[in-house]
């Protein structure tokens, strides 16, 4: 920034600068004598005239560009269709650019007031001033640039669920420091490098004291470059208690929204250093996974008979399902010369067996069941509590409450269709299991009635 303004100055003096202020001067000299002011004076106070005419045509600049010249930008913005120059070009922004004239104007006049005063104290300090000034006016013009600029992208919904706001905090951070850095250069007028040279010496303190700021800026940039994370995801992170979802993405902190409404902050980088899982993919695929089992008493597979086959076949869903397995199983016996006087003998369908093709197509009919994905009724390995029969199929319905609806149904359908095949839910026995069995004596209930009358 000084260098330009320098560059700007000198640009000026070499065409001419020099005479004009030489005039400037004797104007002012003269004036100050025919007002009757003594050439003593005169020449001591000329100078701090210039100086005031300067500051005066400075702020004249500012306020004709604030009243005048962003007014008509203004106008001019709000009169086109796009949306996006509104807030770029809003007052609020353009008002920092305003605040800007005046103390570069003061900065490249400077020389005028002091022409022969190039090594004066008070000339440094004025020159120093407006650069601090004109540095901080810049930032702070930077800083509410960019805010606008991710008010338009958050806008748009392309971007809304993108976490930028980590992306900015991080760019004002970085704008803020280089900006403290040059004024820090200009305060103490020590060369940029050095400065920068001795601040390295420093780098570990600042390490530790910004630590957590560093390693958000760094995990917020990893976050959004390999698309880890954005505004409105599904996170699970069981170790610090989140499961919900992602309502905001800061430089420092993450908040997740439970599902019971409370709030878990987490820090960006605990996201790139532990485990966490997104359901986000799953909301924008083709279904919710469901995989759930029941046990079934295995002392209730058998064979099927004749009487079961002809009621199974009676049952829409399996009708086609029967009469192949019946023609495959008739051709495969007689090709092979099974005596059929034992079901022990060549293929027989089990009534589990006709149960899993039921429970395939059943799953396959149901509108909610994504059938372009995996969906199969399998079985687990047996254990003392029974044969696990898993169902496993994706759910179009993807919403949490909707979806453990569309779970209850299935399964309330399938424990009630189970006696129908012949099997039976294996359940470890109650206490009224129990009773029935004789194995305890019936509940006495009349001290009870007693209490209650």
Not at 290 to 319: G, P, Q
Not at 322 to 340: L, P, S, T
């Amino acid at each position: 920034m000084k260098e330009l303004i320098d560059s700007l100055n000198v640009a000026a003096y070499g065409i001419g600068m020099e005479e004009t202020t030489n005039a400037v001067m004797e104007e002012v000299n003269n004036g100050l004598l025919f007002i009757g002011v003594d050439s003593i004076w005169a020449d001591k106070l000329d100078n701090w005239v210039v100086l005031t005419l300067i500051v005066v045509i400075a702020l004249l600049a500012n306020v004709v560009c604030h009243r005048i010249i962003l007014r008509a930008v203004s106008k001019l913005v709000k009169r086109t269709k796009a949306t996006w120059d509104d807030i770029v070009f809003d007052d609020k922004v353009m008002v920092h650019v305003s605040r800007m004239v005046a103390p570069i104007l003061i900065y490249v006049a400077i020389p005028i007031a002091f022409p022969g005063h190039t090594d004066s104290v008070w000339l440094d300090i004025l020159h120093r001033a407006c650069l601090v000034y004109i540095i901080v006016v810049s930032l702070r013009f930077v800083s509410v640039f960019l805010a606008a600029v991710y008010h338009v992208f958050s806008e748009k919904d392309q971007y809304r669920d993108r976490p930028l706001k980590g992306l900015l905090q991080t760019a004002q951070v970085a704008v803020f420091l280089i900006g403290a850095i040059l004024v820090l250069s200009i305060i103490i007028k020590k060369d940029l490098s050095a400065l920068l040279a001795g601040l390295g010496a420093s780098a570990a303190v600042l390490m530790l004291v910004f630590r957590d700021s560093i390693m958000g800026v760094v995990s917020g940039i990893q976050l959004t470059a390999n698309n880890m994370l954005k505004v409105g995801d599904w996170i699970i992170m069981p170790k610090y208690d989140a499961n919900g979802t992602v309502i905001e993405v800061t430089l420092n902190t993450v908040k997740v929204r439970n599902w019971d409404n409370s709030i878990t902050t987490i820090p960006p980088y605990l996201l790139i250093s532990d485990s966490f899982q997104n359901w986000q993919a799953m909301r924008e695929s083709g279904g919710r996974r469901v995989m759930r089992s029941i046990n079934i008493d295995m002392t209730t597979v058998r064979f099927c008979t004749a009487e079961m086959m002809d009621r199974f076949r009676k049952i829409t869903l399996l009708k086609e399902y029967i009469e192949g397995e019946e023609r495959r199983i008739r051709e495969y016996n007689e090709a092979n010369g099974v005596d059929g006087s034992t079901p022990i003998n060549g293929m027989r369908l089990t009534n589990l067996g006709v149960f899993r093709a039921y429970l395939t197509n059943y799953l396959k009919s149901l509108p909610v069941v994504n059938t372009d994905l995996m969906y199969m009724v399998r079985q687990l390995q047996p254990t003392e509590k029974g044969i696990p029969l898993e169902i496993y199929f994706f759910s179009r319905i993807k919403d949490w409450v909707p979806y453990e609806g569309v779970q209850a149904d299935v399964f309330d359908h399938v424990l009630a269709i189970v006696p129908e095949f012949g099997l039976r839910i294996f359940q470890v026995p109650s206490g009224e299991d129990m009773r029935k069995a004789g194995l305890l004596p019936e509940r006495r209930t009349d001290s009870v009635d007693k209490r209650i009358n």
